[in-house]
């Protein structure tokens, strides 16, 4: 997102959540960091221990798999898509109210798409301005994992991303009103250490914590700080940022939602097909010397039988949430990408990784839809 212009607004931190009034978070940070399963498991947490609470699934496409992710754990989902909330705020109101009222959520959280900066002037700033006495601003909160931080730490480490993304992991945490470091579960308690003095060395004006959102590590602290502090509300604003405007312009966004099923009707190992999906795409980035910060599918056969797998480079293995656990004959199929990567490479890079995929497992594809557009794209 780009910010419209900075307003600068009170500094708040109080204790208690005014009874009239819903709350309303945004979580910001970079491709791959865990968004989506850091809200699942503070949802999961803060429906159980403090009140009703529904998420907003985000992104600049439409057919996201995060809302199909979302819906598998029981949670109170929305999708607000084809633009980041920022540019939506008529349509983000209307959701926060609808799960409200119709939904009874008390606490409501939304993500914006891992390139986003400046939804601490767009969203919360607007909302402080026309609609203070409906919601209170939790801390806007960003999120980093420790294989991107480490893009900025001492060691800058290389992970094959162009240098305007390293300054954008940069911008968003100067962004944050309280930066969350995800995957705790990777590393060993002195390699923790060495990265949160790292946060409070670089960011010394924002509060930092430590989550795994996989294994609900720090949820219960991390719910209990959300529910409890508002936004600083800080002056922050990417207007004319021409650095920001080249980071965006490296990136791609890809979306497509198919369908899959055996020619014969026979059922095959479903876990395979996505795993060797997911590896020819992989390499046909390798090939052309580009890069996916974040690669996502999610496929189900039905009857909560699903497969959901990530991919955060070329240099990484896939990740799986979970992985099917029977044989099937067909599966619905959602693939979001963001990759670096010009648009029309990407697409027939995307194409032909399917066709490989369908002609050693003979299947049949509906393809249902599919877009992909680079962030500087004429006409867009």
């Known amino acids: 997102c780009r910010g419209c212009g900075g307003r600068r607004g009170p500094n708040h931190d109080r204790r208690s959540i005014h009874v009239d009034k819903i709350r309303f978070m945004v979580v910001s940070g970079f491709l791959g960091a865990g968004k989506t399963t850091t809200m699942i498991a503070l949802a999961e947490y803060m429906d159980r221990n403090i009140g009703k609470t529904a998420i907003i699934a985000n992104d600049l496409g439409a057919n996201l798999v995060d809302t199909s992710l979302t819906q598998t754990s029981g949670c109170t989902v929305a999708e607000i898509g084809n633009d980041c909330i920022c540019y939506q705020m008529d349509n983000t109101v209307d959701q926060i109210r609808r799960l409200r009222d119709k939904e009874g959520a008390t606490f409501v959280m939304s993500d914006i798409p891992g390139c986003g900066v400046g939804a601490l002037d767009h969203v919360y700033h607007t909302l402080h301005d026309d609609n203070a006495d409906e919601f209170t601003l939790s801390p806007f909160m960003v999120m980093v994992d420790p294989e991107r931080l480490r893009m900025i730490m001492p060691e800058h480490a290389d992970i094959n991303l162009p240098e305007e993304l390293v300054y954008l992991l940069k911008l968003q945490l100067e962004e944050a009103d309280l930066i969350v470091l995800n995957k705790i579960d990777l590393l060993d308690e002195p390699t923790i250490e060495r990265y949160m003095g790292f946060l409070h060395e670089a960011c010394p004006d924002i509060p930092a914590m430590k989550i795994s959102a996989k294994d609900k590590t720090g949820i219960p602290e991390l719910a209990e700080y959300l529910t ?111 990759a670096v990567c010009e648009s029309r490479p990407l697409a027939r890079l995307m194409d032909d990784a399917l066709d490989e995929v369908c002609d050693k497992y003979d299947l049949d594809c509906q393809v249902f839809f599919t877009e992909c557009f680079g962030m500087a794209d004429e006409g867009r």
Not at 249 to 272: E, F, M, Q
Not at 312 to 333: C, P, S, W
């Open 228 to 338: 409890t502090h508002e936004t600083a509300l800080k002056n922050f604003s990417v207007r004319n940022n021409q650095e920001f405007a080249d980071a965006e312009a490296k990136l791609t966004w890809y979306n497509r939602r198919l369908y899959l099923k055996t020619n014969d009707g026979g059922k095959i190992d479903c876990n395979a097909v996505v795993d060797d999906l997911i590896e020819s795409i992989r390499m046909g980035l390798i090939e052309k010397k580009r890069n996916v910060p974040h690669l996502k599918t999610f496929a189900t056969s039905g009857n909560g039988d699903f497969n959901k797998a990530s991919l955060i480079g070329v240099d990484y293995d896939t990740e799986y949430a979970q992985e099917f656990l029977r044989d099937h004959k067909n599966m619905r199929m959602i693939i979001n990408a963001r």
